[in-house]
């Protein structure tokens, strides 16, 4: 397994009401992230907040091109960004589910206690298959085919590629010590942005190649 620490770009926030980042997704143009009661949206240009969506956001944070998809305790609402209106919601797994991500038109959903990540169904929510980890999983993304996820466990925080047929590690790029990671989401090319629990900060950090 490859090992490397983390290069950390460019620092966002905190912001003003959002003292928890919690999922955060990439729409082409801004990075949306949770923090508890609202949908953020942030210009990564800029590093400023553009506008906010209220509603339940408490952890994982997905956008499938059209629409934002939240998860808010035990259920996975679909959002329209432009309205902020809820169009449909389905049950989330359960167990402690953190991270999200949409790919190969189906959501992936990580389940932090459970350490596992799950493939489900985006109308019904039904299980389709899932994956094992060895550590708590928090963040979840897809990029070039590769599948990524974030640990938090105590002070230590990584991301990581694994083989999502085996679950296998191949990959880990190592957060310094006391920066966690609580959403995970790539930029479709070489950065991935992640959410950084109670510090209220969202992090960019090179993706290795």
Known sequence: MKRSAAEILREYGPFPGAEDVAGVTFDGQHVWFASGDKLNALDPGSGEMVRSIDVAAHAGTAFD??????????????????????????????????????????????????????????????????????????????????????????????????????????????????????????NGSDQFYCGGGRSGKVRAIRRPT
């Open 65 to 186: 091109g059209e629409h934002l998809f939240q998860i808010a305790e035990d259920r996975i609402q679909k959002i329209d960004p432009k309205t902020g209106r809820v169009l449909a919601t389905i049950p989330a797994p359960g167990g402690g589910d953190s991270g999200l991500a949409w790919a190969e038109g189906t959501l992936w959903v990580g389940q932090y206690r459970d350490r596992k990540i799950h493939q489900i169904d985006p109308q019904t929510g039904a299980i389709l298959r899932t994956i094992d980890s060895n550590r708590f999983v928090t963040g979840v993304t897809w990029v070039d085919g590769e599948l990524w996820h974030a640990t938090w466990e105590a002070d230590e925080s990584e991301v990581r590629h694994i083989d999502p047929e085996t679950g296998k590690v191949l990959e880990s790029v190592e957060m310094p010590p006391g920066m966690g990671i609580s959403g995970l989401e790539s």
